[in-house]
């Protein structure tokens, strides 16, 4: 009777299909046992294409039937193959077909005004949209949305988004008081915004906004690791003072190798809501010399208008509560312009070509 042994010798004279050597060198015979009954080969293929499974177990059966020595039946085991390892580095959300990532390189340009409003102006345009509030340490996206209730686990303790005016919303400021500060470490913060990436029951979403808090950190990091982001927006207002962030936010996105779809120059100049006239109060052009500067599109100016900020502040932006008025329009454009850009991500030649203008 043949021993384990000789049997292991002889298959390796069977090659792995399209290489030249066999299936012992590499490590697909696991075990072989030998019986009265017979000889059962053990073999763990490396592979999941069941024809080249079939192919070595064919070649198996027929090189130890021929061996002096083997009586009863030749049986191959065969083992799954092993699941291939989880992919590292940043990936989608499954659902969601594009991430924009709203920006700025400093505090107090009205970035998440301008990005609330973004959303609601793509969801006029027929889009289905999510909004990611990811500025942990001041979330105000609940407070100009109007939403105040906290947030609940659903199905699977995963968590349900708000919904407001066809948008919905994920904010901290859904788990605390009005009156309560965030004084987190940034091993609590980069958990939390990995929750809000991979733990929340976004749904389908054509875009989902994402509001990061200003400058760059904890955040931005765990977004880079984490999350594919198929384009960046920055928001600047027009003095000399914020433009020289813009730089750092555009550098911020590209080093998160995400297009950026263009800069908004948000508080660009004051209308007097009695008159009309126009007063460049923080000057005015600097966001399209910065854009021609980085070759970005500028994607639009925002007026200064007392009514973006009132209708922030009654929980209703202006988008939502009049989708009449200038600025509600000013905003669509905006959102126009960038379903463009978003629409040049969707083949790799095209973002490749984003990533190298912009």
Not at 58 to 75: F, I, M, Y
Not at 161 to 177: I, Q, T, Y
Not at 298 to 325: C, K, M, Q, S, Y
Request: hydrophobic share 45%; aromatic share 4%.
């Amino acid at each position: 009777m043949a021993n384990p042994q000789e049997i292991l010798e002889a298959l390796r004279g069977v090659k792995y299909p399209g290489f030249s050597r066999d299936i012992v060198s590499f490590g697909l015979v696991k075990d072989i046992q030998v019986s009265s009954a017979g000889v059962t080969v053990h073999l763990a293929p490396t592979t999941a294409q069941a024809d080249v499974v079939q192919q070595i177990g064919d070649a198996v059966r027929a090189t130890v039937a021929a061996l002096p020595g083997v009586a009863g039946t030749v049986d191959v085991v065969t083992e799954a193959p092993p699941q291939p390892q989880a992919r590292r580095g940043p990936q989608p959300i499954p659902g969601i077909g594009h991430v924009v990532a709203v920006a700025s390189g400093k505090g107090g340009v009205g970035k998440s005004t301008v990005a609330t409003n973004l959303a609601l102006a793509l969801v006029s345009l027929g889009q289905r949209v999510g909004l990611m509030d990811a500025d942990v340490y001041g979330p105000s996206v609940p407070l100009m949305l109007g939403i105040d209730y906290k947030a609940r686990p659903g199905e699977g303790n995963r968590l349900v988004p708000a919904e407001r005016h066809g948008l919905r919303v994920m904010s901290m400021g859904m788990f605390l008081g009005d009156q309560t500060p965030v004084i987190w470490r940034g091993p609590m913060v980069t958990k939390l915004i990995t929750e809000f990436i991979r733990n929340v029951e976004w749904g389908d979403l054509d875009v989902l906004v994402l509001d990061l808090p200003p400058g760059t950190g904890d955040v931005q990091l765990t977004l880079t690791q984490q999350l594919r982001i198929d384009g960046g927006i920055v928001v600047t207002t027009p003095q000399d003072v914020a433009l020289a962030d813009v730089r750092r936010g555009i550098a911020m996105f590209r080093q998160m190798h995400a297009p950026v779809l263009g800069v908004i120059e948000n508080m660009s100049f004051h209308l007097c809501p009695g008159c009309g006239a126009r007063a460049d109060v923080f000057g005015h052009g600097g966001g399209a010399t910065m854009a021609r500067e980085a070759g970005v599109p500028l994607l639009g100016e925002i007026p200064l208008v007392r009514a973006v900020r009132e209708a922030g502040d009654r929980g209703v932006p202006l988008v939502a509560a009049d989708t009449a008025h200038a600025q509600s329009r000013a905003f669509r454009e905006i959102a126009e312009r960038v379903l463009v850009r978003l629409a040049a991500t969707r083949t790799p030649a095209a973002r490749a070509g984003l990533d190298v203008l912009g």
